[in-house]
């Protein structure tokens, strides 16, 4: 059975700190290309970041130099470590896998004094 368990959300004050996990399992990790999402209320869905098979990494020009995806293909996680987090960074957190389009739950991340 397939399935992303994303964790590590919560509520934080403007400039701080969270890192987002995403545990896989179901599926052979590795050769999947993992992405972030994330959706605020009444907004679309948008990309966040995303890390291919070999580690190459792209992000969104919102989180650029703020936001840092990694993996760990042996302990089949991907991780979303965000610093100087925004108010426009509130919105529940997503984790993708691709190819099968699998999706996690989603956590919730709150910036906020």
């Known amino acids: 059975q397939v399935q992303l368990v994303e964790s590590g959300g919560g509520l934080v004050q403007p400039g701080g700190s969270l890192r987002l996990t995403c545990v896989a399992s179901g599926f052979t990790f590795s050769r999947y290309v993992i992405s972030w999402y994330r959706q605020a209320p009444g907004k679309e869905c948008e990309l966040v970041a995303s890390?291919?098979?070999?580690?190459?990494?792209n992000y969104a020009d919102s989180v650029k130099g703020r936001f840092t995806i990694s993996r760990d293909n042996a302990k089949i996680t991907v991780y979303l470590q965000m610093n100087s987090l925004k108010p426009e960074d509130t919105a529940v957190y997503y984790c993708?896998?691709?190819?099968?389009?699998?999706w996690g739950q989603g956590t919730q991340v709150t910036v906020s004094s």
């Open positions: 993708k896998a691709v190819p099968g389009n699998y």
């Open positions: 890390i291919t098979t070999v580690g190459s990494t």
